[in-house]
């Protein structure tokens, strides 16, 4: 009876837990705008890692020295993934969260494709739509191009030959690679309080279909997927209480 009784205290926890939401994310939002500026930063420090790798000279693209280079490239300030792609656009290496196999031409996005597609076949060279290919397919991940920036680069032999290319995706801002305190306390502060808005929905409607004599775990999920617009439809067709 006392579960029951409190009920009617956890709609105006969900309510608090939503406002305080509210006014956290209105704390962080304007960090996270901030944080996406592109300063011009990073872009140099990248450069500069790359440049290290190019001036190497390498007699092929597969020397232990090269991979080596490059997998430590990846641990390098405001890099967030290196890839290394043959002369033919074959990936060679990735440090992606997911890695890639194949070939530029294949994990490269529709877009791209369909815009070298229309180009006339002798406007560019091989080497150039490679090169287009190889940054499409770094930019192919998607979910964070909002926070990052691409680059790629020729790998050429002492003579002169092309070898390959080098890519990497970098942070556009160098907060994104340590976003302050404020930050870090402000989102999980937001992932807290809707945590519990979240939650004490489904409760309110677990407890109050079991007190009507209701199938009180189906409607629970049923709004905890459907959130507010599940709430309502509980409210509507729910028996009135006896009394």
Known sequence: MAA?????????????????AAATA?????LRRDMLIDTGETRPVVEAALDRIID????????????????KLSKTAH???????????????????????GAAAEQATV?????????PGDALTTSQRTLLLAASAIRSEGE?????????????????????????AYDVNPAVGGPGPRWMISILAWLVFMGVYWLS??????????????????????????????????????PRAAP
């Open 26 to 30: 209105a704390i962080w939002w304007p």
């Open 201 to 238: 929905l489904p409760l309110y409607v677990w407890l109050d279909a079991r007190e009507r004599g209701e199938k009180a775990g189906i409607w629970a999920v049923f709004v905890l997927i459907g959130n507010m617009v599940a709430l309502l439809a509980y409210l509507l067709v729910r």
């Open 111 to 119: 877009e791209t494709r369909r815009v070298l597609e229309s180009i």
């Open 79 to 101: 890099i967030a993934s290196v890839w290394l792609f043959s002369e033919d656009g074959s990936i060679v290496y990735s440090s992606s969260m997911v890695p890639r196999g």
């Open 144 to 168: 964070h191009n909002d926070v990052y920036r691409h680059m790629v680069r020729e790998i050429r032999s002492a003579g002169g030959v092309l070898l390959g290319m080098i890519g990497a």
């Open 4 to 20: 029951y009784k409190s009920k009617s205290i956890i709609p105006w926890i969900a309510l608090a837990a939503a406002v305080l």
């Open 56 to 71: 190497r000279k390498p007699g092929s693209i597969d020397e232990p020295e090269l991979l080596e280079s490059i997998r």
